[in-house]
């Protein structure tokens, strides 16, 4: 690579990585200002029935992980090998099933957010608020799916800055709706799920707008043969496999961290644990804009087979993220009262708990983040079976830890994570230098 490409490649990993960030940063932003708000003006039970809502949410978010990000990568690769109808092909097919399987939710919402409620919450002081926030996110679920799966195409197509500008545009409909539904026209804990929604659908709005012009790559498109869409829906499936089973996992690790500390610690310990997820928020911010770079800018250099500048991504991107994960860590560790307080806890029990899980996590999040990166660098080196293994390890370890820890060592229960999570880091070591062994061999796409 001469000087000037080295120069080129720079600017262009800035731009997607800046871009990714800023769309992180807006997300995160919404997230956090969205419980803050709810913290201050519903109280601490509203900030737990958002966080004993998230599995359910972290779900859709799995199916669009699975239609979506898959597709995306797909879409890059083709993209870089100039493909145009076979790109967008493979975006008209994931764009569609996104809406339908968001309908389905939308009938879950209508019908049984009763039984969804229940699922997630077996306290009775904390069960309405949870089931109102629930009942609209599951009504508003073909935007939830629609707005990620679009970012991500949208942002592949070469247009991340509009992924930027319209996330940020979601996130302020969604806040200022907030305070409109909650204080003034006094919808509760359901008019913040309802603003959520809103925003989305602006969101949305915005990015079909990028996608009318005709000088960009993808439109919608199906004309195709039945096998033909089989097999491109397989693949579509098996490249978002990873990061969707990772992300059932962890789906199913915040129902279970949700029912082992409520069952616990009580209502102070939901609320310490909803203020650490909040935090993961933060941590999300470099890793969700390190992993959409590389998912995007990575699948390019795959398909137009520069290995040289693929290496360059991944350096690049490790460097950035461990940066900002120690600074972040530091900052929480300087201020936990500071962080607790700032999501609504103002009592002493609250403050108490909510400083030694934060402090906590705040180390624990930083081998998650390395262990999500890399499974994404396992699957683009088709390193199929070692990324299916980090799916699985990802969350499953931290269940059982988490669980032997409230039993038998319970005031050491917010370190489960950095226990769970270091004994993966042991694993994959372990298990990428044995390389003869059968399940992890490293296998060819």
Known sequence: MTLEERKSFDRQFSRFLWSSILIALSGCLGN???????????????????????????????????????????????LGRKDIPRATYIYS??????????????????????????????????????????????????????MWGLSTMVGVDGSPRLVSVAILIDNAVNLSLDIVFIKWLNWGIQGSSTATVVGHLVGIALMFWHLRYKDNHLHLRLKTTAAKFGETFSQIL???????????????????????????????????????????????LFLAGVCRTIQSLGAIEVGRQDNEAFRLVLVKSFRF?????????????????????????????????????VKAFALSFIPFCYIYTLMIVYKLYSHHKMALFLSFALSLTVIPVLWLVA??????????????????TVLIILFHRIGHLKFILPEKA
């Open 32 to 78: 956090i200002v969205d419980a803050v708000i709810v913290g201050h003006l519903i109280g601490e039970d509203g900030v737990s029935a958002i966080n004993l809502s998230r599995p359910v949410v972290q779900f859709m978010f799995t199916l669009s992980m699975l239609l979506s990000t898959g597709a995306g990568m797909l879409v890059g690769m083709e």
């Open 321 to 357: 993220i461990t940066i900002a994960m120690v600074l972040t860590c530091l900052y929480v560790w300087l201020d936990p009262q500071g962080l607790v307080k700032f999501f609504g806890g103002c009592t002493p029990d609250l403050v108490s708990a909510g400083c030694d899980a």
């Open 238 to 284: 098996s490249q978002g496999a990873p990061l969707a089973i990772a992300s059932v996992c962890l789906t199913l690790l915040i129902f279970s961290s949700n029912s082992i500390v409520l069952s616990s610690l009580g209502r102070a310990g939901i609320f310490a644990f909803s203020v650490c997820m909040n935090l993961l928020q933060i941590y999300n």
């Open 93 to 146: 097919l994931s764009m569609i099933a996104c809406l339908i399987v968001g309908l389905l939710f939308t009938a879950g919402g209508l019908f049984f957010p009763d039984a969804f409620t229940h699922l997630l919450c077996n306290n009775e002081q904390l069960f309405q608020p949870t089931r109102d926030y629930l009942r609209m996110m599951l009504i508003g679920a073909p935007a939830y799916m629609m």
């Open 407 to 424: 039993r038998f060592a319970p005031n050491l229960i917010w370190y489960s994570y950095l226990i769970a999570y270091g004994i993966e």
